[in-house]
């Protein structure tokens, strides 16, 4: 009866050996995944930035190009004259102080 015994307690701890390895090996399977997952969601989000810093730096671009042509003199010069009607003073306009 003692063997009998024992060999169930050896049986129950065996199959208590194996369900251990059995839950760290599914453990181990499924933190990789999640790692897995998680690196591929990672390399979507660097990839949708660097698209997206790729077109700010097409925009700042093309604004600076914007500003460069708003600021021109030509251009100010060009809207002095046909919209606010003003003109270069001729010399009976200028006074020079002392």
Known sequence: ?????????????????????????IGQLLFYTWCRVQCV??????????????????LQSELKIELARLKSPERISHIARTRLGLRTPGPEQTIVIP
């Open 41 to 58: 969601r990672v390399g979507y989000e660097i990839s949708s930035e660097t698209d997206r810093h790729r077109k700010l730096t097409v």
């Open 1 to 25: 009866m003692l063997t009998a015994m024992a060999a169930k307690y050896r049986g129950v701890k065996l199959t208590a050996i194996w369900a251990l390895i059995l839950c760290v090996f």
